[in-house]
């Protein structure tokens, strides 16, 4: 069975610092691993989607990596701003099936 | 805006109405979802719909039953609900399962 787990639950940081939030899973037969970010009471916005063939993907100040083999992701955002401040929600599928971690919950400060 | 929609935003019901919360999506997508978010814990994956037929029950209490008229169109239909089915319902789409997920901004439930 598929466990998802995000590390850490929550984080808070000054502006304009790099920061990386990790996602962990158990099995590694996965078709894909997305990353979305959701504001409170909102529903979620996807951020990266990667491939189980692909090892990273970027988009603007945001690097996902992965890697299969010991199922791990992290999310690199750079510079991060206050309108960074959501939780972080990390997915894997299976065949029709996302399986989602808890979330780390991110506070930038200004 | 990602194209998919959800109504109602918000719904307060008793336990023993019955309602239906409707999801729309306007991307083309050929797969439909409904997870439960309830507060501290993940978020449940309920029921898959591909082409319009159910491809995941995902040992959902019968309470909830889900209709899916067209591939654009999916709703929750609820019945006797119980006060822990108070969450978010969110809805969402993808082309495949291959590709992103596009989530809808979800109806807040809370059952009295």
């Known amino acids: 069975k598929q466990e998802v787990t995000q590390i850490p639950a929550a984080l808070s940081v000054p502006e304009g610092e790099n920061l990386v939030l990790n996602c962990s899973f158990t099995?590694?037969?996965?078709?894909?691993l997305q990353w979305f970010r959701q504001d409170p009471g909102k529903g979620l916005t996807s951020l990266l989607l990667i491939q189980s063939s692909q090892r990273e993907q970027t988009s603007g100040r945001l690097n996902a990596s992965l890697d299969k083999s010991s199922g791990r992701s992290t999310l690199y955002i750079a510079a991060s701003q206050p309108g960074d401040s959501a939780t972080y929600l990390c997915a894997v599928s299976g065949t029709y099936k996302y399986i989602f971690g808890t979330g780390t919950r991110l506070k930038v400060l200004a | 805006e990602t194209g998919v929609t959800q109504t109602p935003r918000h719904l307060v019901m008793g336990m023993t109405n019955k309602k239906s919360l409707k999801c729309e999506q306007h991307l083309g997508h050929n797969a439909m979802y409904w997870y439960k978010q309830s507060a501290k814990k993940p978020l449940e994956l309920m029921f898959v719909y591909n082409f319009k037929e159910q491809t995941e029950n995902n040992s959902v209490p019968s309470r909830f039953s889900p209709e899916c008229p067209n591939s654009s169109h999916l709703f929750l239909h609820l019945h006797t609900l119980q006060p822990e089915d108070s969450a978010l319902y969110l809805c969402?789409?993808?082309?495949?399962?291959?590709?992103?997920?596009?989530f809808g901004p979800g109806t807040r439930l809370l059952v009295l």
């Open positions: 099995d590694s037969a996965i078709y894909n």
């Open positions: 969402a789409s993808s082309q495949d399962r291959q590709e992103t997920q596009y």
